[in-house]
């Protein structure tokens, strides 16, 4: 039976579903198999690859435009998304259309059934993400990792450049509890005929392997810069960010900062809030990122709309013992109703950000 005839979009959204969003399945086994079922279409692509802790994200986005104004067909593969995983694959800064996502993940989950082990969720939207940018004939392709890098999907590609943003302590369940051993595992992207960007201090250049060239950059915009001129392309970067980075409505200021490098970094260019909306994940270490937000804040603590997230009221125990006061609200629209029109940040969880968003009507917001 030919599976594709009879999808639509919201069956394979159920599908997808049915994988789970947060499984972890580290290795390239299969995904090699499955690419390699589907044709090996990622041999195809001119790539960069973006790794790191912190600013892949906005890395991949300042690319990308920059690249799609300099007349460039641009593909982006990024993760994770606010409102719809359509959003993780972009041609020339446009997601994917309904009909064909659906397409795709029918002809993926084909390839799928004559594998010996079924990949996962990031698996599958990888391999969807290569073979329609395959498909599509970019002239280059952005792809962010997803955890780590020598064991992420996205490393099924040989890319010619590889962007290493920033370092910190982060899924160290996976990843190791140590900068070394997080160090290693993240430039295991680099393969020796890569040219490496990297903001990384100079005493971790030592776990980069040997690769063709290697220079460093403080921002995510010279990270951009410079892996344009490793491409050999005279394209400008323009100051933008990607929804739920830094963005504004009205008095409110959203951010996806999820650890305490990001949440760090994000206080010290910002003007202080009034009032912080928080929620975070279980796997986040909470004590330290709260300990973090201004003390003259209000906190006002929700749980992100996510089977891993922590309680409002587990938010506000963990301040308590810091010797700060916090509200747990049942939901963002409840916090945002209580900061009014104070200067107010949200912030914690990318899951917590979609739902802000989605409340404030921004753009994108109301598709699934």
């Known amino acids: 039976m030919n599976r594709r005839e009879k999808w639509d979009y919201h069956t394979a959204l159920a599908w997808l579903d049915e994988l789970g969003e947060a499984q972890v399945k580290p290795g390239l ?6 690419m390699a079922a589907l044709g090996d279409p990622q041999q195809q692509l001119r790539a960069v690859i973006v790794g790191g802790t912190n600013g892949k994200g906005t890395t991949c986005w300042l690319l990308e435009d920059a690249l799609c104004q300099a007349g460039f067909r641009v593909g982006c593969g990024t993760s994770p998304h ?3 995983p359509r959003e993780r694959l972009r041609l020339n800064q446009v997601p994917v259309g309904e009909a064909e996502f659906a397409a795709l993940v029918a002809e993926v989950r084909q390839a799928c059934d004559g594998l010996a082990e079924h990949p996962s969720y990031f698996e ?20 962010e990792v997803g955890l780590g890098g020598e064991l992420d999907a996205m490393n099924v590609i040989d890319a010619e450049v590889a ?3 920033t370092l910190a302590l982060e899924h160290t369940d996976w990843l190791g509890d140590n900068l070394e051993a997080i160090a290693r595992t993240k430039a295991g992207i680099v393969q020796p005929e890569t040219h490496v960007i ?3 201090l100079p005493e971790f250049h030592q776990f980069i392997p040997p690769c063709a060239s290697l220079v460093s950059g403080d921002s995510a915009r010279e990270w951009a810069t410079l892996a344009l001129e490793r491409l050999g392309i005279a394209a400008e970067v323009v100051e933008t960010r990607p929804p739920g980075r830094r963005e504004r409505a009205g008095n409110i200021m959203l951010d996806c900062a999820h650890n305490p490098h990001a949440l760090s970094w994000l206080l010290a260019r910002i003007a202080e809030p009034a009032v912080v909306v928080f929620g975070c994940l279980r796997d986040k270490p909470l004590a330290n990122m ?13 749980a992100p709309d996510s089977p891993r997230a922590r309680s409002a009221a587990a938010v506000v125990a963990a301040a308590r ?5 916090g509200r747990a609200c049942d939901s963002v629209a409840e916090a945002l109703e209580l900061a009014g029109e104070r200067p107010t940040l949200v ?22």
Do not use: M, N
């Open 29 to 34: 086994a299969r995904i090699r198999q499955l």
């Open 82 to 84: 606010l409102h719809s």
């Open 124 to 143: 599958v939207l990888t391999a969807i993400t290569l073979v329609w940018f395959a498909r599509c004939e970019a002239d280059i392709v952005i792809l």
């Open 163 to 165: 962007v290493l943003t």
């Open 198 to 200: 990297t903001g990384w």
């Open 290 to 302: 709260l300990a973090l937000l201004p003390l003259g804040a209000e906190l006002l603590a929700c």
């Open 321 to 325: 013992k810091l010797g700060r006061r």
């Open 347 to 368: 912030v914690g969880s990318s899951y917590l950000v979609a739902e802000a968003r989605r409340d404030l009507g921004l753009p994108g917001s109301d598709e699934s």
